[in-house]
């Protein structure tokens, strides 16, 4: 289960320019070395671990040792939990919308074709 505190440790980690950045890169570049995220970066490689700890710890960045490399790679699940508790009731409604819409012009054409084989 998705905890408050689980969702308070997400904003955390999203709040700070630098973990969203290597979020970014970690997302164009799955499986990024470590190494090669630090070089990206105009900080300690300490620091750069430091962020990528909190990214691990919020659950948005898991890591794969790889001989002497250790590899990242984004997890967005808990991106997704946040964005269905607020969003995820509007896209029910939406595509509900969407379908009414699409069945009406659908049932629009076929009447069209009906209307126009008739004369």
């Known amino acids: 289960m998705f905890t408050e505190d689980d969702m ?3 904003f955390a980690a999203l709040a700070h ?3 969203r950045r290597m979020l970014d890169l970690i997302r164009a570049t799955p499986g990024i070395a470590v190494g090669a995220l630090a070089a990206e970066f105009d900080v300690t490689r300490i620091a750069v671990m430091n962020h990528l ?6 659950g948005l960045v ?5 001989g002497r490399s250790r590899r990242l790679y984004l997890n967005a699940v808990p991106i997704q939990q946040i964005h269905a508790r ?3 009731s509007y896209e029910a409604y939406w595509a509900d919308r969407v379908l009414s819409i699409k069945s009406a012009a659908e049932a629009a054409v076929t009447e069209r074709k009906e209307n126009d084989d008739d004369h």
């Open 8 to 10: 308070d440790s997400v």
């Open 17 to 19: 320019t630098s973990r």
């Open 53 to 58: 700890g909190v990214l691990s710890d919020a």
């Open 62 to 66: 898991t890591s794969r040792k790889e």
């Open 86 to 88: 607020w969003l995820g």
